[in-house]
Nanobody, 124 residues
Framework: QVQLVESGGGLVQAGGSLRLSCAAS????????MGWFRQAPGKEREFVAA????????RYVDSVKGRFAISRNNAENTVSLQMSSLKPEDTAVYFC?????????????????WGQGTQVTVSS
């Protein structure tokens, strides 16, 4: 049984930082591209960042470039999202996801497994 469990969400002031983590089990972690998505109230779930399986290449949505950094630890089956210079518009539930597709996968249906999500709230 595949499980992705996120942690690290919370309430932070604008300009602050948070680090999200996702622990994977029941999956050949090294074979999967790992991604982070977010969903704000009343909006569709959107792609935030992804990291490729072994080489660790990364990709970001334009709105977080230079502020967020995704990384993975294949020895520990974890993927992290370091978020800095947070803005109120970053407020959302953040989801960890896994796909066997390439780094260029950024649509929800392309991802096979999902975590339950963790809330990030940025106050102004």
């Amino acid at each position: 049984q595949v499980q992705l469990v996120e942690s690290g969400g919370g309430l932070v002031q604008a300009g602050g930082s948070l680090r999200l983590s996702c622990a994977a089990s029941g999956v050949a972690f090294k074979s999967y591209t790992m991604g982070w998505f977010r969903q704000a109230p009343g909006k569709e779930r959107e792609f935030v960042a992804a990291v490729s399986d072994r080489a660790g290449f990364t990709r970001y949505v334009d709105s977080v470039k230079g502020r967020f950094a995704i990384s993975r630890n294949n020895a520990e089956n974890t993927v992290s999202l370091q978020m800095s210079s947070l803005k109120p518009e970053d407020t959302a539930v953040y989801f960890c996801a896994a796909t066997l597709a390439s780094l260029f996968a950024d649509y929800v249906p392309q991802f096979d497994y999902w975590g339950q999500g963790t809330q990030v709230t940025v106050s102004s």
